[in-house]
């Protein structure tokens, strides 16, 4: 799968997604090193996966060499962490998943002989059914792409953009956007049980219908737009929703200004 062994910093929630996800795919544990302050989440990692874990980037055997550097720590821990990876840049690709952190960030950090991939997941790695997008700068070459793709697609799908401008927008379309389904799936509960449901059968048809819809958006093979309009009989009750939903003030524009200060907040995080 990878041409040498891969160091992971930081196992938290998507930390540990990647984990699951490299060993599910037959990434082998003596080829994982993962650098883990928390001893609850070192101790479960190593008890998982059966791989090597340390409490700092100084602990790791000064004849490592790894093919990727993996970074999975938030971006307000990032400015303590980097530096100390310094020793890797000749060898191994750095691959990023923290949001808003640009490849000239790490650049300034590491040196301009550093070879970056900043890539973007979301949460639905945890069960495989993520989607992430990647960038790369100059010094990563064709095969150290192949490497970060093969990272990354052991959580879900992958996709490349060569302008690193279009990540903030990523961040907020896919970064951020399992959170607002979430939500769609209080709200269209809530106004089930308002509107007269059992709380629990209210909560089980709204996660349902979402997780179908969702799953019929990507297999049907027509835009969503199709997929609207086939539920939608005229006069009928999923009609007279859509004026709602679909009217001056309804869902669309109050999305643009969601993504937009989602997009925004990832560019302040550059800073």
């Known amino acids: 799968m990878i041409a040498g062994p891969v160091v992971l910093v930081g196992c938290g929630r998507m ?24 001893a609850e989440a070192a101790e479960a990692a190593h008890r998982r996966h059966g791989v090597a874990v340390v409490t700092e980037a100084g602990a790791l055997s000064p004849d490592l060499a790894p093919a990727a550097v993996v970074i999975a720590v938030k971006p307000q821990a990032m400015e303590a962490v980097i530096p100390t990876y310094r020793r890797f840049v000749s060898e191994a690709v750095l691959l990023s998943i923290a949001a808003g952190k640009t490849i000239g960030y790490f650049a300034g950090r590491l040196g301009e002989r550093a070879a970056i991939v900043r890539a ?15 960038c790369a700068n100059a010094r990563v070459s064709a095969e150290q792409r192949q490497t970060c793709e093969r990272l990354m697609a052991a959580v879900g799908e992958t996709a490349w953009v060569e302008s690193e401008a279009l990540m903030d927008a990523v961040t907020a379309v896919s970064g951020s956007g399992p959170a607002y389904v979430f939500l769609l799936i209080e709200c269209l509960a809530r106004a089930g049980v308002a509107a007269g449901l059992p709380e629990a059968l209210a909560l089980r048809l709204a996660r349902v219908t979402v997780a179908g819809a969702g799953k019929l958006a990507v297999e049907a093979g027509e835009p969503p737009e199709v997929l609207r309009r086939n539920v939608t009989s005229p006069g009928g009750t999923t009609e007279a929703a859509l004026a709602v939903l679909m009217a001056a003030d309804g869902l669309a524009p109050l999305m643009d200004r969601a993504v937009a200060a989602a997009a925004k907040r990832s560019r302040e995080f550059a800073d």
């Open 120 to 134: 973007m997941p979301n949460t639905p790695a945890a069960i495989g059914a993520g989607i992430t997008v990647l």
């Open 15 to 38: 930390g540990a997604a990647l984990l699951g996800g490299w060993r599910a795919r037959g990434l082998a544990g003596e080829r994982i090193v993962v650098v883990e302050p928390d």
